[in-house]
């Protein structure tokens, strides 16, 4: 039984905003995994506190105050007593702890001790049974959050596990001393300690490698017995191009437009970094393929990038008929040389549909692999098929997880200047937004200003949040035009809104990571990026690569909490996206790089993907179905 509706705690409103998160099915929601923990099993005494280190503290309540102020804030204070020491508790619009916290009574707290007015104080400490354990943190939607999600998998995680079992072989486990599958999933969930929640992260790591390479291979196998859709035989000139191809660009298109013109389907992994010119080399495949008088379908993985894609193409090629498909735009007949350009509805249509793609473009790869190999898996005679990727994925890496794939690789275009990047002290931040304020006013210029939240979190509380940063922001620039921008506002409207900021209508955009991929406004020169170290490397180089796009230098400045993070520092220096990658692979470690396909940019544990080879060797000899090994499941983070 997969349907997720028979679940304690799910009913038909939840099942809905489940399904918004990417979880359709049980097996989904199972293979929901936190992206990071809160560790709050060690207990101390008051007085061996660490500042910004987790614990739990257990003490009597001295004293319990509900304060009212004049700004209409509403404020919880308390004092927490041990035989060391005191410590001060604050709670934020909580008015209901006061009848949960009572003058007297033994109370366990948890959270991380900070310096608050000269005082010792856990700012919206937990109780209850958020104490003395390690908490999973889930990425969350606009109304589900990582409680709902935890609680929800914790009623239900017995009945989850009856639907799935070890899927390796006993002398595999034996021979590669791995830890049971099904114990891993529940130390993933609800984890008893960290040695225990680190033998899961790298069996759930080793989990995932095993399912793209199984991937990998069975697609290898797959394309090796097919001919393509419809063959092209004709390559058209580059002269109707605004501008000359780079020199990588050049080496990147001969491959692909051979690749095109053989009988054999093409199965190529085109890799840029960030502003390496990718969509023009797709757009020369789509070109090509609208010569031969065949139909080409790009699937990008957002609306914004789908309608941005769709603007650069119908300028680039007047003459080719060029349509957009989303939700909302439904396809009539379209000629035959056509260009389609679609968000992810391009995968529920009918299989009659497929049948006309000559040529098929997936943007941000690793966001379709699955949904893709499903339908692709359908067709006797498949489109050729270019992937498109931005991740920073180490070339030795690439090859391992792609090796079904030929990959062409992209450098940075000539004229491209690494963005000058800096750590803003706090007490530089006021001087920092003055200087924004006069680039603006004297160049005309724009800027980005990016918060991890939507709005504020009741535990995170000095996690920076757009919509409150927006409202704070707006006196600091009275001259300058402030938007705000996030994915709970609806889609008309975000595309009023990046309309007018490309038109410079709007000076400063404060918004979420939801402009992390694709976007490209050439006037904006300058990002702000707040809590930055609330980010993976990834995500900070995706971000940073927003700015200085045109022919002006960009500047991105990191506003964080952990000033001394080695991975802000080592951002300020290095600009290359494989070179962060490396880094990052380094700094996290074994068992530190846990990470599931859901969620945006992915890293890969080295030492996982080896012994994932080797399984797979071993379970090819022994003729195992490699394909019990995929997760079949595929979403794209919804929480900005």
Known sequence: ??????????GPISCHRLNDLGIFTQNDLLFYLPFRYLDFSHTLKIADFTIGEPATYQGKIISFQNIFTKTHKNI????????????????????????NIIVGQNLAVAGSVSLFQNKITIVAPLIGQKTGRII???????????????????????DLLKNYSEILP???????????INQALIQIHQPDSQKLLLLAKNRLNLHQSLSLLAQSQLQKQNILNKKPAFLLTKIPDTK?????????????????????????????????????????????????????????????????????????????????????LNNKNKLGKIPPNAIIISTHAAFYQDLSFFKK??????????KFGVIQRNF??????????????????????ALSIYNHLDISYLSHLPHWKPVKTFIVPENKITDCYKWLKKEIEKTHHQAFIVCPFIEDSDTLTTVKSATTEFAKLKPIFPKLKLELIHSKIPEIQRQKIFANFKDNKINILVTTPIIEVGIDFPNATVIIIQSADRFGLASLHQLRGRV??????????????????????????????????????????????????????????????????????????ATFNLSKLIINQISTNTTN
Request: glycine share 4%; charged share 15%; aromatic share 10%.
């Open 1 to 10: 039984m997969d349907d997720l509706s028979v679940l304690k705690n799910i």
């Open 76 to 99: 919880q204070r308390a004092s927490i007593q041990d035989s060391t020491g005191t410590l001060n508790l604050i709670w934020f619009n909580q008015p209901y702890l006061a009848k």
């Open 376 to 397: 692709l898996s359908k067709l006797k005679n498949p489109p050729h098929t270019i992937s498109l990727t931005a991740t920073p994925i180490p070339r030795t890496l």
């Open 548 to 621: 200085g796009r045109g022919v002006d230098s960009g500047f991105c400045y990191l506003f964080a909490d952990n000033q001394n993070s080695s991975r802000l520092k080592y951002l300020t220096t290095h600009y290359e996206g494989q070179q962060l990658a490396q880094f990052d692979l380094k700094l996290r470690g074994p068992g530190e790089l846990f990470s599931t396909l859901q969620h945006g940019h992915f890293y890969f544990d080295e030492k996982s993907l080896v012994i994932a080879k080797s399984i797979i060797q071993d379970l090819t000899k």
């Open 170 to 180: 006993p002398n595999i486990l034996k021979k590669y001393n791995l830890f049971d």
């Open 136 to 158: 999973p943190l889930y990425h969350q939607s606009a109304t589900l959050n990582s409680n709902w999600i935890e609680r929800t998998i914790k009623l239900n995680l017995d």
């Open 240 to 324: 109707f191009l605004p501008y000359q191809l780079s020199p990588s660009q050049k080496i990147a298109w001969q491959e692909i437009s051979k690749d095109l013109l053989s009988q054999n389907p093409t199965h190529r992994l085109l890799s840029g970094d960030v502003g390496s010119g990718k969509t023009i080399v797709a757009l020369l495949a789509t070109h090509l393929t609208s010569f031969n008088q065949h139909i080409s379908l790009i699937v990008a993985p957002t609306q914004v990038l789908a309608s941005q894609h769709f603007v650069f193409f119908k300028k680039t090629l007047p003459k080719t008929p060029i349509y957009l």
């Open 357 to 366: 793609i000559a040529l098929l473009v997936i943007d941000e790869q690793h």
